[in-house]
């Protein structure tokens, strides 16, 4: 897939934003809001878990199956598995997966994200060595292998990222990068 000029513009601004802030904010500037997860609905919890858990190393947090009263008298039954990276309070992801009763899937399948596509980006400091086991996670399509990508700085210079892009086995689009400088900051 070739990366269109609005693709990269975008992946530029996630880039730039996801890193401008990467540390917490002081307690002057903190807001009333923190986006603590992403929750992706999922057809098989146990297929995503291989790229999630097992491919990338996500540490899993929770693991219950939910039950709940239906007007008809049924049970509607879903699983839910949360996961976190590096920190205990934000940027965890969920993963959704609907027992009973089933929910139909998306029928588009678009060669690029469109409006109301998410894309998710992580970061992974060893990208070569994991490389491998993404590639090779059920039902997982690489859009592009990790390759070199240098992003502008806003005060000059370069930004040297390996990117990578997936589309995990339920659609949704990932990047998987590895920053070999230092990230953008609010100075830039």
């Not at 007007?71 to 959704?96: C, H, P, S, W």
């Not at 469109?114 to 059920?138: C, F």
């Not at 370069?158 to 086995?169: F, H, L, Y």
């Amino acid at each position: 897939m070739k990366i269109t000029s609005s693709l990269f513009a975008f992946m530029l601004c996630f880039l730039v934003s996801s890193h401008a802030l990467a540390e917490p904010v002081s307690e002057d500037k903190r807001i009333s809001v923190d986006i603590r997860r992403t929750t992706f609905i999922v057809n098989d919890i146990d297929t995503s878990l291989k790229l999630y858990r097992d491919a990338l190393g996500l540490n899993v947090i929770y693991d219950q199956m939910i039950n709940s009263p239906m007007e008809n008298g049924e049970t509607r039954k879903r699983r839910l598995v949360l996961m976190q990276a590096n920190d205990t309070f934000i940027g965890a992801l969920g993963l959704l997966q609907y027992i009973h009763p089933v929910k139909p899937q998306r029928q588009e399948h678009f060669d690029e994200p469109v409006p109301g596509d998410p894309i998710m980006l992580m970061n992974v400091s060893d990208l070569d060595t994991r490389w491998p086991a993404v590639e090779k996670s059920p039902e997982v399509e690489v859009i592009e292998a990790p390759h070199h990508v240098e992003y502008p700085r806003a005060g000059g210079g370069k930004i040297a990222v390996m990117v990578s892009m997936i589309r995990d086995p339920d659609g949704y689009w990932i990047e998987v990068n590895q920053l070999l400088d230092a990230p953008a900051k609010a100075s830039d």
